[in-house]
């Protein structure tokens, strides 16, 4: 019997489980190790934070689900792992901690025959001074931030109610931070609730954002076909901002929150300060900081995980100018080089370099947007990686079958513009593949013919189904595998 | 934007390409919407199943 432990109940790792089990059924065993109790569907966190959708829309119990399946969860964090054993453990195992019930704060050494790693981002609010719900913004990157979210919108739509003026400031917190566009869908649907009310003329909405150009998103930006002619998403999300009187603040990135200010720096050099009366700035990301140690103690954390905490996998990882970065350095297995049954799904791989041109200000911060890997490769990444164990488990195979590289792999992205059945909107967006190939498409990077921009109330239908569609997927509900990811 | 400045040119906001009437009816006609959502949802799943292995 074969053991398979996975580390995170995120998009990516609750999909590696539910593909293990799947494959796997009760002859092996497979184990979660996640200290959250609940799975949230995190692009409808958006919806809490402008109070359209209720937290328990956007989550459910794991441990029901994880009974369901026979998949053994132990709510605990991983603290650390020993993947050649130690003396008294031959096999590789996990460190990790309890975090509720009787053996809250107990450690135990879980050891696997496969690892799979995807713990996600650590929100690194820590990395901007006073950033965050314990600071002086909010966030929408948990369900918990985004009912925070909400309950401060309110206080600042009540004081407009009043008569009293506004200033909203959404966008990144953080020179280096990423998920640019779940922030840039809060600013439109902030917007649009703002408008719903009759209440713009109060209201002073400011983008800020760390992206060269807008439209940039983590991704080096895009074309789209528009209009007659192929335009850059530079256009496309200025456009959508102008439209709803949104302003905006480019290559700024945001260093420190006082009460009611924002400081950041210009790529120029310029140290600058914004007013604001409400924020929300999603923060930089960093892994987990889980350490590893070989099998007499030493510590080997460089082996496993690069420098931010996020896990080497194989990809390549050698430093090159931007103009040499190439497709085929993106990983195709997500197979550690060193230790080969342990695996990084989602957010938790180190990316080989950012897709975005990596950019200093004067002074010498940088500041460009990190690659983006949630949602549709984090879920594809889990259940290829899933694919492949279950393979080499089941019919001893040795060479990875199944392969899944963001150079390869298309994207959508739904960007919310707001909520309603009748009159709700949202921005489809689709790339293919997410890191630009300049020598497979050398005119536009990308397949410009599978490249969409569309804005219009079916794009909010379809973020709607989604949320429906992932929430039935993971949950297990009947024919759960036959929906994409 | 700031709502009392009537001056809008030599702004950020002034250069993009604002939507006209005819493309916000587009964007919100029930009918036309109703097939572009089997349309963007047709064209997603063809990117989705040929996008891994």
């Given amino acids: 019997m074969a053991k398979v432990v996975v580390l995170g109940a995120g998009v990516s790792g609750h999909t590696a489980v539910a593909f293990l089990k799947k494959k796997l059924g009760k002859k092996h065993e497979v184990v979660m190790i996640s200290p959250n109790s609940y799975y949230q569907w995190v692009p409808s966190n958006i919806w809490v934070g402008i109070g359209q959708m209720t937290v328990d829309q956007v989550r459910f119990k794991l441990d029901k689900v994880y009974k369901k399946w026979s998949v053994i969860y132990k709510q605990a964090k991983a603290i650390s792992i020993n993947p050649e054993g130690n003396s008294e ?62 309950e401060e919108l309110q206080k600042s739509l009540a004081l407009m109610e009043q008569g009293k003026h506004q200033t909203f400031l959404i966008g990144t917190g953080h020179a280096m931070a990423t998920c640019q566009g779940a922030a840039f869908e809060y600013a439109l649907n902030v917007a649009f609730e703002v408008k719903k009310r009759k209440l713009e003329h109060l209201a002073d909405i400011i983008w800020i954002t760390n992206e060269y150009e807008l439209g940039d998103f983590g991704m080096g930006g895009a074309f789209v076909k528009r209009g007659g002619y192929v335009t850059p998403t530079k256009v496309f999300a200025e456009s959508i901002l102008a439209e709803y009187g949104i302003r905006w603040i480019k290559r700024a990135g945001v260093n420190k929150i006082e009460k009611g200010i924002a400081h950041f720096e210009t790529l120029a050099g310029e140290y600058k300060t914004q007013e604001f009366d409400f924020a929300m700035l999603i923060p930089g990301f960093a892994g987990a900081g889980i350490k590893a140690f070989g099998k007499d103690g030493n510590d080997i954390t460089e082996k496993l995980f690069k420098p931010n905490g996020f896990m080497t996998v194989d990809a390549d990882y050698t430093p090159k100018d931007f103009e040499d970065w190439s497709a085929k350095d993106w990983p195709e297995t997500y197979q550690n080089p060193e230790y080969k049954n342990i695996y990084a799904a989602g957010i938790a791989f180190a990316p080989p370099h950012s897709m975005s041109k990596p950019m200093k200000t004067a002074n010498g911060t940088p500041m460009f947007p990190a690659p983006p890997r949630t949602g549709m490769p984090s879920g594809v990444i889990g259940k290829v990686i899933a694919q492949n164990i279950a393979n080499f488990i089941k019919n001893g195979a040795t060479e990875h079958k199944h392969k899944a590289s963001m150079s390869r792999m298309a994207a959508a992205c739904i960007v919310s513009a707001g909520y309603g059945i009748r009159h709700g909107k949202a921005a489809t967006m689709t790339v293919s593949p997410i890191v630009p190939d300049w020598d497979k498409y050398p005119e536009w990077g990308r397949d410009i013919n599978a490249t969409v921009g569309e804005v219009g109330l079916a794009g909010h239908w379809i973020k709607l189904l989604l949320h429906y569609m992932f929430l039935h997927k993971a949950k297990g509900y009947p024919f759960w595998w036959l929906l994409p990811e | 934007m700031k709502p009392n400045n009537k001056v809008h040119n030599y702004k950020d906001e002034y250069y993009p390409p604002m939507p006209t009437r005819t493309t916000k009816f587009w964007r919100s006609c029930f009918i036309y919407q109703l097939y572009k959502f089997f349309v963007l949802n047709y064209k997603i799943m063809k990117m989705v199943v040929k996008g891994h292995s």
């Avoid at chain 1, 996990?94 to 496969?114: N, P, S």
């Avoid at chain 1, 609010?125 to 369900?143: D, N, Q, R």
């Fill in chain 1, 89 to 150: 453990i031959s096999k590789g195992f996990v460190t990790v901690e309890y975090v509720v019930g009787d053996k809250q704060g107990q450690q135990e050494k879980v050891d696997y025959d496969y690892l799979v790693n995807a713990t996600g981002p650590k929100l690194n609010f820590e990395a901007t001074p006073g950033l965050g719900p314990k600071g002086h913004t909010v966030s929408v990157c948990a369900y918990d931030h985004a009912a925070h979210a909400w």
